[in-house]
Structure formats: structure tokens, C-alpha cells
């Protein structure tokens, strides 16, 4: 098993930066790929980024792709987010997720273990 809880999230301005947090509880943690999600008002959960068990392999949404970073840490059984020139359309509710069941990562479905989400909200 393996609890996550997001942090980090804000109300910010366009152009700012914000940082995500994931922390991992269970011993197995180190061993999953990890993901962010998010849910804007009205929308589907949508993929946003991926980060392999030992971060070789990094994966983005092409909306995101070069503004997001994801990251981890696992001595600290942590993931990160950094968020850099936000827009509005960055408003949702971003979650992470861990343990795959298979390679269509993009697909919330395939995602075993998620948190409770923290509210993005970005004011134009």
C-alpha cells in the first residue's frame, strides 16, 4: 500500500511559480513510477507528467512541456512539480499517482494509488 498527500498548491498570478509536493508513505514506494494529474472545472482528469522509479525516464504533456518539471526524491519519499510561467488554463486540481498497472500512463485508469488532490488556481 502506499498513501499520497499533495501540498503546494495556491492561488497565484499568470507568469508566477508554484511547487508541487507528493509525499509517499509504504516501503514500496521507491520502486513505482509516479505521475501528476490534474482536473480542471468541468474537464477530465487529464495526465501531465511522469517520472520513472529512478527518474531515467520523464514523460510531459505537450501542453506543459517546457513550464513543468517533475522530479523525485526518493530518500525523502517525495515527488515535485515545479510549475514556472503558469497560465490561466493551469487552474485545476492536481493530484499524483503511483503504481502503474501498465504502459498507457496517460490514462488515469492505469494508476493504482492516488492522493487527495490540491487546488492550482492561476488569475489572469
Known amino acids: 500500500q502506499v498513501q499520497l498527500v499533495e501540498s503546494g498548491g495556491g492561488l497565484v498570478q499568470a507568469g508566477d511559480s508554484l511547487r508541487l509536493s507528493c509525499a509517499a508513505s509504504?516501503?514500496?514506494?521507491?520502486?513505482?513510477?509516479m505521475a501528476w494529474f490534474r482536473r480542471a472545472p468541468q474537464k477530465e482528469r487529464d495526465f501531465v507528467a511522469l517520472i520513472s522509479s529512478n527518474g531515467d525516464t520523464i514523460r510531459y504533456a505537450e501542453s506543459v512541456k517546457g513550464r513543468f518539471t517533475i522530479s523525485r526524491d526518493n530518500a525523502k519519499s517525495t515527488m515535485y512539480l515545479q510549475m514556472n510561467s503558469l497560465k490561466p488554463e493551469d487552474t485545476a486540481v492536481y493530484y499524483c499517482?503511483?503504481?502503474?498497472?501498465?504502459?498507457?500512463?496517460?490514462?488515469?485508469?492505469?494508476?493504482?494509488?492516488w492522493g487527495q488532490g490540491t487546488q492550482v488556481t492561476v488569475s489572469s
Open positions: 509504504g516501503r514500496t514506494y521507491v520502486t513505482y513510477p
Open positions: 499517482a503511483a503504481k502503474p498497472d501498465a504502459n498507457a500512463y496517460g490514462l488515469p485508469t492505469t494508476w493504482n494509488y
